[in-house]
């Protein structure tokens, strides 16, 4: 299962080499492209829309629509990686979380987006580890972001 797991892996960034390094902040513009870039990699795309996220448990919410939960989980983010390490116990998936309007969560609150972005990549990092593989999980938060110039 380990070899199939790593012929399957998708590499993100020759994929779309106009990234910018992880964690991935897409320009609004770059949306579309990035959808359709991610649509033929191999990877199964999940997009989040964020508009209505205020505070990380809306985000956590959100994340447990996206992904149908089983109604016996809670909207937190040990119930997140418990649902994925189960999906992926047995067939390893590969995932891209697309988040749309990622710069309202940002506005309304600061700190849970940093937490949440920091936490979501840490869960893409365990998941994604190749000695216990459950999946591919990659993140991308997309939006206006200010220039870095």
Do not use: C
């Not at 047995?90 to 891209?96: I, K, L, R």
């Not at 190749?130 to 591919?136: F, R």
């Amino acid at each position: 299962m380990e070899d199939e797991f790593l012929d399957a892996w998708v590499d993100v960034e020759e994929a779309l080499p106009w990234l910018p390094a992880a964690p991935y902040f897409v320009a609004e513009e770059q949306h579309s492209s990035l959808l359709e870039a991610l649509a033929g990699s191999g990877l199964s795309v999940l997009e989040i829309d964020l508009a209505d996220v205020r505070r990380e448990h809306d985000l956590q919410a959100a994340l447990g629509r996206a992904l149908a939960k089983p109604d016996e989980y809670d909207d937190n983010w040990d119930a997140l990686r418990d649902l994925l390490k189960e999906r992926g116990a047995s067939t390893p998936w590969a995932m891209a979380m697309v988040f749309s309007s990622a710069p309202v969560f940002l506005r309304a609150d600061v700190h849970g987006f940093v937490r949440a972005v920091s936490i979501l990549e840490n869960l893409s990092l365990e998941l994604s580890d190749i000695d216990e593989p459950y999946g591919q999980l990659e993140l991308f938060y997309v939006g206006e972001w200010p220039s870095a110039r």
